[in-house]
């Protein structure tokens, strides 16, 4: 059966590690005949199958603990094992947990300042997790997308997966023992390139998927589909501004899509809009609704009759992009699962990645009075000095544009909103500040109000003072972020990014710095917004910065996977911080995901246009044990009654 690239400890291959070292060392049987005194212990003979042989005549040991201790701290697990089936002394040292704590750090490489895991109860018993629960076994191979593969999603109870291609279809799979196609839904009627993101909803009753409009090389609109798991009818259908936002679930029956309204050759705004799953319908000429900076444009349908949007929508926040930036990869996380982590991970780096945007950021200088007044005196003061020549005459077109917009949004922003309830969530992007490459990860509070599509629609609630949303946080990341992904109990954040050269200065928004080859896999915890743990290192991809594409990772309780463009997926433990296994495919693996119900399966997705399926050693056991065989009286009663 193949299996993911890992090492083996001593030629041990996954099994029940004291039962693979049963098998392949036997003890010798006595010759038929033979008797008692054929083989004498102590004399270099074979003694009786578990007669003790490292006993003198007298019964003590021939070699004392200590001693047989230093022998086996020179051997590797599997012969510690294996030594360990030859007489009681050596099994009680071959369980010695000083023995089995330095094979654990030498055989894995772990820092000798890392713990053991706070669940772990002994060193044995950790190594035989991280030895026997990784899914590194390929189970089966799923072959009826006709394209790449971009993304996996599964729903909350494990029962089911969906997958999205370049073949434009959304694929909904049952999760049994042995995989089955369940459905598939076809998105180039609805004028699809291809689809490219899917998320279930709480209860799963509900799919939410993503794909992108055909249209020209360089077109970012794209749209959101609401798809019923009960009936797979086709529920709504929402534009979704730049593709890449992808959207996600807010609630159980509403959702988050993008817009993005350019206001200068590098200046935008994007606008986060909370939809409703069931849209409501209405009759309306077939012309698609115009769109404007408050309103996000609706959607015609093929049957001309239907038109989204209507009384169902409701604006979250409206962030001003600069340098060519934008909102990308929205995701929810639910802060009243903090202070119970899964896994709870030691502030292993240097803080400083995370800066706090929730302060006044009026220039004091201009002087008291109202916000917008204080910004028309500053930008009064601006254009007056470039035009008397004090202002720095060597500013591009693109760094003036970026004054200008960062003046004109001082007084036009609302400041942060702070909640005391205990039950709140964030909203956590890619954005930037310096060049379209999303480099910052942007997180902004999400109140309780603000979780329902009632109240005003469209932005009608608010001032015309208030035009922009502050971010509460912001996580600069100095490189290109390709991939993002929560743990279960949505505490930390796992980052895929590409750093960018040590010192780089971005001259030119349209002009981002190389990135690296390497892949480091950040971990940030939302609840005291600090960088933890130290970058995971192993996976690589080779796209240049202007054509970088998402790879997406997903977490479980105890691992970290993630796909890469070396035509790997790569599986670490969040604990110990070492990389497990290397699951191999023909192509760019771009998309992994756990069952959230049984950490031990894995799903990849490739370009090569398969998905595969990886359980651990363990579990590949227990499905293969062969089943027992009735007693012979219930065959005998199951046949009397047919």
């Known amino acids: 059966m193949p299996r993911g690239s890992r090492r083996q400890p001593g030629g041990l291959h996954h099994r029940d590690a004291a039962a693979g070292a049963a098998g392949r060392k036997r003890v010798r049987r006595p010759r038929p005949g033979a008797g008692p005194g054929a083989a004498q212990p102590g004399r270099g003979g074979r003694g009786l199958p578990g007669q003790n042989v490292t006993m003198d005549e007298g019964g003590a040991p021939l070699l004392p603990d200590s001693l047989v201790y230093q022998i086996f701290l020179s051997l590797g697990p599997a012969d510690v094992l294996a030594a360990g089936l030859v007489c009681r002394q050596w099994h009680a040292v071959s369980r010695d947990e000083f023995l089995w704590r330095e094979q654990f750090y030498r055989y894995y490489q772990v820092a000798r300042d890392v713990p053991r895991h706070p669940a772990?109860?002994?060193?044995?018993?950790?190594?035989?997790?991280?030895?026997?629960?990784?899914?590194?076994?390929?189970?089966?191979?799923?072959?009826?997308?006709?394209?790449?593969?971009?993304?996996?999603?599964?729903?909350?109870s494990g029962y089911q997966f969906a997958?999205?291609?370049?073949?434009?279809?959304?694929?909904?799979?049952?999760?049994?023992?042995?995989?089955?196609?369940?459905?598939?839904?076809?998105?180039?009627?609805?004028?699809?390139?291809?689809?490219?993101f899917s998320q279930f909803n709480?209860?799963?009753?509900?799919?939410?998927?993503?794909?992108?409009?055909?249209?020209?090389?360089?077109?970012?609109?794209?749209?959101?589909?609401?798809?019923?798991?009960?009936?797979?009818?086709?529920?709504?259908?929402?534009?979704?501004?730049?593709?890449?936002?992808?959207?996600?679930?807010?609630?159980?029956?509403s959702l988050i899509s993008g817009n993005l309204h350019r206001i200068g050759d590098i200046t935008s705004c994007s606008?986060?809009?909370?939809?409703?799953?069931?849209?409501?319908?209405?009759r309306v000429p077939p012309v698609a609704v115009a769109s404007s900076a408050c309103c996000p444009p609706a959607v015609s349908h093929p049957q001309d009759v239907e038109s989204e949007n209507v009384n169902v929508v409701k604006r979250l926040f409206k962030i001003q992009?600069?340098?060519?930036?934008?909102?990308?990869?929205?995701?929810?996380?639910?802060?009243?699962?903090?202070?119970?982590?899964?896994?709870?991970?030691?502030?292993?780096?240097?803080?400083?990645?995370?800066?706090?945007?929730?302060?006044?950021?009026?220039?004091?200088?201009?002087?008291?009075?109202?916000?917008?007044?204080?910004?028309?005196?500053?930008?009064?003061?601006?254009?007056?000095?470039?035009?008397?020549?004090?202002?720095?005459?060597?500013?591009?077109?693109?760094?003036?544009?970026?004054?200008?917009?960062?003046?004109?949004?001082?007084?036009?922003?609302?400041?942060?909103?702070?909640?005391?309830?205990?039950?709140?969530?964030?909203?956590?992007?890619t954005t930037g500040c310096l060049t379209y490459s999303p480099h910052q990860i942007g997180i902004k509070q999400i109140l309780p109000h603000q979780m329902t599509t009632a109240g005003p629609v469209l932005g009608e609630g608010r001032g015309s003072d208030a035009f922009f949303d502050a971010l509460d946080h912001v996580i600069d990341v100095h490189g290109h972020i390709i991939g993002m992904g929560l743990s279960p109990d949505n505490r930390y954040l796992y980052v895929n990014?590409?750093?960018?050269?040590?010192?780089?200065?971005?001259?030119?928004?349209?002009?981002?710095?190389?990135?690296?080859?390497e892949i480091d896999l950040l971990v940030f915890d939302l609840k005291t917004m600090r960088e933890v743990k130290r970058a995971l290192r192993a996976h690589r991809a080779y796209t240049p910065n202007d054509q970088c594409f998402f790879i997406f990772?997903?977490?479980?309780?105890?691992?970290?996977?993630?796909?890469?463009?070396?035509?790997?997926?790569?599986?670490?433990?969040?604990?110990?911080?070492?990389?497990?296994?290397?699951?191999?495919?023909?192509?760019?693996?771009?998309?992994?995901?756990?069952?959230?119900?049984?950490?031990?399966?894995?799903?990849?997705?490739?370009?090569?246009?398969?998905?595969k399926a990886w359980r651990s050693p363990r579990t590949v056991r227990i499905h293969q044990a062969p089943r027992p065989r009735p007693h012979p009286f219930f065959s005998w009663f199951a046949s009397q009654k047919r």
Not at 507 to 514: F, K, R, T, V
Request: overall charge negative; some cysteine; hydrophobic content about 40%.
């Open 120 to 156: 772990a109860t002994s060193w044995y018993e950790e190594f035989r997790r991280l030895y026997d629960t990784v899914p590194c076994v390929e189970v089966q191979t799923l072959k009826e997308h006709t394209d790449q593969v971009l993304h996996l999603s599964f729903s909350h």
């Open 163 to 196: 997958s999205c291609s370049k073949d434009c279809t959304v694929k909904i799979w049952n999760n049994d023992l042995t995989v089955s196609l369940l459905h598939s839904a076809d998105m180039r009627p609805y004028n699809w390139s291809y689809t490219q």
């Open 202 to 253: 709480q209860d799963d009753s509900l799919l939410l998927a993503s794909g992108v409009f055909l249209g020209p090389h360089n077109s970012s609109s794209g749209e959101i589909a609401v798809i019923s798991l009960d009936n797979f009818a086709l529920l709504s259908r929402v534009r979704n501004k730049p593709y890449d936002v992808f959207g996600c679930w807010l609630t159980e029956t």
């Open 271 to 282: 606008v986060l809009w909370l939809n409703n799953a069931f849209q409501v319908r209405a």
């Open 321 to 429: 992009n600069l340098n060519a930036s934008t909102i990308r990869t929205v995701m929810v996380a639910d802060c009243s699962r903090f202070d119970s982590p899964d896994l709870l991970l030691d502030d292993g780096a240097t803080p400083g990645r995370v800066f706090d945007l929730g302060g006044d950021s009026e220039d004091e200088a201009v002087g008291p009075g109202p916000a917008p007044a204080r910004t028309k005196e500053g930008l009064r003061r601006f254009l007056d000095g470039l035009l008397d020549g004090r202002a720095q005459p060597q500013l591009s077109e693109h760094a003036l544009e970026t004054q200008v917009a960062e003046l004109l949004a001082q007084g036009r922003t609302k400041p942060p909103e702070h909640s005391t309830a205990a039950a709140r969530k964030l909203l956590v992007f």
């Open 497 to 517: 990014s590409r750093a960018w050269p040590s010192g780089s200065v971005v001259a030119d928004p349209m002009q981002p710095p190389p990135i690296a080859e």
């Open 553 to 611: 990772l997903d977490v479980s309780r105890d691992f970290v996977a993630s796909g890469a463009e070396d035509r790997h997926g790569y599986i670490w433990d969040r604990h110990y911080n070492i990389c497990l296994a290397k699951l191999r495919h023909q192509d760019v693996v771009n998309s992994v995901v756990f069952s959230p119900q049984e950490q031990e399966l894995l799903l990849t997705a490739s370009d090569d246009a398969t998905i």
